[in-house]
């Protein structure tokens, strides 16, 4: 590595200076010998002194002056413009070295103001994943698995599972859009669920009363469709208010066929009261049923070409695969097809995927957070 110093810039100019007045000193010397005006010797000698000053500063000042500024930069100090104005090739390379080195310095804030926004976004995604669920409570004649895999370091998809009174609630919601203002309307979605059940216990009243609070505190862009379900042990159905989300696949073990149900409803968020527009409806239960929740990032994941991983290709699946003993079964297979058909070709969107199995007995759903978001589709 060169270090630039004015030391060695000055001994060049002292060495220049001898060199020049060497021819005259010579002369000096012979004068003794030949006749010469001194008169004009002096004068041209101080011409000559004139001369080489003027080369001085501007040659050797300018270079020493850039030169300084270049080791200025190359050891990190503050940058400093180049005051050099001149038309020459002095005032082009100072122009250059001037632009060159602003550009860095905006390239350079702009990487640490990244890095900080990069610090923020983990930062968020820490505690956007603290939101998810720790485990999923044991749902009488249930087995069931929830897996959700965000695009970015934070998503827009979300669900929970809450127990309350020997009943049982869950819901799935997809917000429009991804990153930090996903992530945040999903996070509020997620403590007014929380927050709000012991006072509503009821998928619809549930779903009216969070759009109710939700809907004056969003952008009027932004919305999340979700899906409320109600199970009680004792009877042999599920109760679901759907708000705008993906359609409910239902395979049947009896009749051996899939049936796909719209949501029906409107997303929460994108109306002030939603109370006229969504429904409770009912899902009849039979031994071996599945039931498969999703959002769009399934439907709508890609292939190399273009293609859609689409509705049916899913419901297709479910039905393929609903004999497998468990939900985990179902859902490894299910994942595997997906994974298969996308080829590792990159998604934009969040995935999520619940499979619910109905059976006779109590299946204990030992499932921690990291399980949960434990889903790598290839």
Not at 2 to 16: A, H, I
Not at 76 to 95: N, Q
Not at 201 to 228: E, G, Q, S, Y
Not at 276 to 298: H, P, Q
Request: with cysteine; hydrophobic share 45%; net charge negative.
């Amino acid at each position: 590595m060169f270090v630039f110093t004015r030391s060695k810039t000055f001994y060049k100019f002292v060495f220049f200076q001898i060199l020049t007045l060497l021819p005259f000193v010579l002369i000096f010397i012979y004068q003794n010998q030949v006749f010469v005006d001194f008169y004009l010797y002096y004068v041209c000698l101080f011409a000559l002194l004139l001369v080489n000053l003027s080369l001085y500063y501007k040659y050797v000042v300018k270079l020493d002056y850039i030169i300084d500024q270049v080791a200025n930069v190359i050891a990190g100090k503050p940058f400093v413009p180049i005051k050099i104005y001149s038309p020459d090739e002095f005032g082009l390379l100072a122009f250059f070295f001037n632009d060159v080195t602003s550009n860095l310095k905006k390239i350079s804030s702009v990487i640490k103001e990244e890095e900080r926004m990069s610090e923020e976004l983990s930062v968020a995604a820490s505690i956007q994943r603290s939101v998810l669920p720790k485990s999923i409570p044991n749902i009488p004649n249930f087995d069931v698995i929830c897996k959700t895999r965000p695009s970015e370091e934070i998503g827009g998809d979300s669900f929970a599972v809450r127990e309350l009174n020997d009943e049982y609630f869950l819901y799935i919601g997809d917000v429009t859009g991804h990153g930090a203002p996903a992530g945040l309307i999903m996070m509020m979605v997620n403590t007014l669920f929380d927050v709000l059940l012991s006072d509503f216990p009821d998928c619809k009243d549930i779903a009216v009363n969070i759009n109710h609070i939700l809907k004056p505190r969003v952008n009027a862009t932004m919305f999340m469709t979700t899906l409320f379900f109600q199970y009680s042990p004792k009877n042999k159905y599920i109760e679901y208010t759907g708000c705008g989300h993906e359609h409910i696949i239902i395979y049947r073990a009896e009749e051996g066929v899939t049936e796909v149900i719209a949501a029906g409803g409107i997303a929460l968020a994108m109306s002030d009261d939603i109370s006229a527009i969504v429904e409770k409806k009912k899902i009849n239960l039979s031994k071996g049923d599945v039931i498969c929740l999703y959002s769009d990032g399934i439907t709508e994941a890609m292939n190399e070409n273009g293609e859609l991983f689409g509705l049916d290709h899913l419901s297709d699946l479910v039905k393929k695969h609903a004999h497998l003993n468990s939900s985990i079964e179902i859902f490894s297979s299910i994942s595997d097809e997906l994974s298969k058909f996308t080829n590792k070709t990159v998604q934009i969107d969040d995935m999520t995927l619940i499979i619910l199995k109905y059976n006779d007995t109590v299946v204990e759903n030992l499932q921690d957070s990291q399980f949960l978001t434990d889903w790598n589709v290839q």
